[in-house]
């Protein structure tokens, strides 16, 4: 089992920025790449980014590059997710799910999930 713990979210107003952190726990050996997925209210889970546990290959949603960033700090067993020039559009909950396969956008393919925080990007 792999345990994910996310923070960083909260309210920030359109133009700020936040720094999401996820923490893992447990067997994370196994683990092979991490991903960050957004879900706002009445609509589906939504790809974000995803970077490889070792090697550090990033892959990101075409509408999330260039204003967000996924990076870990393998020692800290985190991975972060910088996101700067928040717009309202991004209000969501934001997860963080750790994957033993390869995997990029499909949330099927990731199979721990942490249990979500909160971000809300004020006008």
């Known amino acids: 089992q792999v345990q994910l713990v996310e923070s960083g979210g909260g309210l920030v107003q359109a133009g700020g920025s936040l720094r999401l952190s996820c923490a893992a726990s447990g067997r994370t050996f196994s683990v092979y790449a991490m991903g960050w997925f957004r879900q706002a209210p009445g609509e589906e889970r939504e790809f974000v980014a995803r970077i490889n546990w070792s090697g550090g290959n990033r892959y990101y949603a075409d509408s999330m590059k260039g204003r967000f960033t996924i990076s870990r700090d393998n020692a800290k067993n985190t991975v972060y997710l910088q996101m700067n020039s928040l717009t309202p559009e991004d209000t969501a909950v934001y997860y963080c799910?750790?994957?033993?396969?390869?995997?990029?956008?499909?949330?099927?393919?990731?199979?721990?999930w942490g249990q979500g925080t909160q971000v809300t990007v004020s006008s």
């Open positions: 799910a750790a994957s033993t396969v390869v995997a990029d956008g499909i949330p099927n393919l990731y199979r721990y």
